[in-house]
């Protein structure tokens, strides 16, 4: 009986930090620093020009390097401060579950009705807080791609694909494992990239973006 009730216990205080620890992701993810950083600055209102993206490739479409380099700055670091929040506050686990809620929150913020970035910015900030040394093997597989290619979605797909593995080799299984689903989020968020990349329409870095 006391063995029943203690198993029972632990499982819910096992919920409620998994709960907490998505909703402080989510929180978190959802800040759309792009658009408060342009809105600060005082530009047109990102949303308006370009993709519509809050992300920092639609910032930098406003002319200011500044404030792009800030939104990817802080779109990565608020992967990365969920997951350590969560396992400071928690235990080591939570990190995963925080890491998932930022994604969530920065692809589907509540407060712009759910349309948000793409999420590759906030993916290497959960890959920090998790597993550092995937992060940096991400930033590689991103620069060599874009040098060869000179596509940055096309950088960011491959990187995101290769991560899943890298980390499973790393010996980071659970992490490779919701780094599966992560990676599947990225693909669906860059179908349009996708499409363009096919159809060799897609804008090369250091080209000016299309308006879509």
Same mark, same amino acid.
């Given at each position: 009986?006391?063995?029943?009730?203690?198993?029972?216990?632990?499982?819910?205080?096992?919920?409620?930090?998994?709960?907490?620890?998505?909703?402080?992701?989510?929180?978190?993810?959802?800040?759309?620093?792009?658009?408060?950083?342009?809105?600060?600055?005082?530009?047109?209102?990102?949303?308006?020009?370009?993709?519509?993206?809050?992300?920092?490739?639609?910032?930098?479409?406003?002319?200011?390097?500044?404030?792009?380099?800030?939104?990817?700055?802080?779109?990565?670091?608020?992967?990365?401060?969920? /997951? $350590? =929040?969560?396992?400071?506050? !928690?235990?080591?686990?939570?990190?995963?579950? &925080?890491? +998932?809620?930022?994604?969530?929150?920065?692809?589907?913020?509540?407060?712009?009705?759910?349309?948000?970035?793409?999420?590759?910015?906030?993916?290497?900030?959960?890959?920090?807080?998790?597993?550092?040394?995937?992060?940096?093997?991400?930033?590689?597989?991103?620069?060599?791609?874009?040098?060869?290619?000179?596509?940055?979605?096309?950088?960011?797909?491959?990187?995101?694909?290769?991560?899943?593995?890298?980390?499973?080799?790393?010996?980071?299984?659970?992490?490779?494992?919701?780094? /599966? $689903? =992560?990676?599947?989020?990225? !693909?669906?968020?860059?179908?349009?990239?996708? &499409?363009? +990349?096919?159809?060799?329409?897609?804008?090369?870095?250091?080209?000016?973006?299309?308006?879509?």
């Amino acid at each position: 009986m006391l063995s029943w009730i203690f198993s029972t216990g632990a499982n819910w205080v096992f919920s409620l930090a998994s709960l907490m620890s998505f909703a402080l992701g989510y929180l978190l993810g959802s800040i759309p620093f792009g658009l408060l950083l342009t809105k600060i600055a005082g530009t047109e209102d990102i949303r308006g020009i370009g993709s519509g993206n809050i992300g920092a490739t639609n910032v930098l479409r406003t002319g200011r390097k500044g404030l792009a380099a800030a939104t990817l700055l802080c779109d990565i670091l608020k992967g990365t401060v969920a /997951v $350590l =929040l969560a396992r400071y506050f !928690f235990w080591p686990e939570m990190g995963l579950v &925080a890491g +998932l809620g930022a994604f969530i929150g920065h692809l589907f913020p509540v407060w712009l009705k759910f349309k948000g970035g793409k999420g590759v910015a906030t993916y290497i900030g959960i890959l920090i807080g998790l597993a550092w040394p995937a992060a940096i093997a991400f930033c590689v597989v991103w620069l060599l791609v874009a040098w060869l290619a000179r596509y940055s979605s096309l950088s960011a797909l491959t990187a995101s694909a290769m991560m899943p593995g890298i980390l499973w080799w790393l010996n980071y299984p659970r992490e490779a494992l919701l780094f /599966v $689903l =992560l990676t599947i989020l990225v !693909f669906i968020m860059h179908r349009a990239n996708i &499409a363009r +990349l096919i159809d060799g329409t897609e804008t090369r870095i250091g080209n000016k973006a299309a308006a879509k």
